[in-house]
């Protein structure tokens, strides 16, 4: 019988695995495809942009507003676009290079791909200590029964 409890038990933790993985695999290909639209979005806008410029320098039409609608537009996606990759990074377990964009490990020290030096998240919250020097600590209070027993 435990036979058969340890097969159930496999079974089971494998159906779980291929299930948690494919939830992944689904999860990055959404952000890839995501990213791709949003691209040929930002394309298509900055060819709007041209085609207005262009127009504006062989017409002497004015497109100011239009164009400058255009680039706030396409600023935003390109702001998604960046949101995106900040989160196919995280579902692929990595991160993204603040110097190069390169797509660097999580435990990884240095960039591979430009040889930037990595500060993690750790080493950036570790600089804000909660000091507060009107608040006493042990070894404050041992110093300060010290020099009243000097005194005395």
Request: hydrophobic residues 30%; negative net charge.
């Amino acid at each position: 019988m435990a036979f058969f409890d340890d097969l159930q038990k496999s079974v089971t933790d494998a159906a779980y695995y291929t299930a948690k993985k494919t939830g992944e695999l689904t999860g990055i290909a959404r952000v890839k495809f995501n990213i791709k639209a949003e691209e040929v979005r930002l394309k298509s806008t900055y060819a709007k942009i041209g085609s207005l410029f262009y127009s504006a320098e062989r017409e002497g039409l004015d497109h100011t507003e239009e164009i400058t609608a255009l680039i706030t537009q396409a600023d935003k996606i390109n702001g998604d676009i960046s949101a995106y990759r900040e989160k196919l990074a995280e579902l692929r377990k990595s991160r993204t290079c603040s110097e190069c964009g390169g797509r660097i490990s999580k435990s990884a020290s240095f960039c591979p791909s430009c040889g930037a030096k990595i500060v993690r998240e750790e080493e950036e919250n570790s600089d804000d200590t909660d000091y507060d020097p009107f608040v006493s600590t042990e070894a404050d209070d041992d110093d300060a029964e010290d020099e009243e027993d000097e005194e005395k």
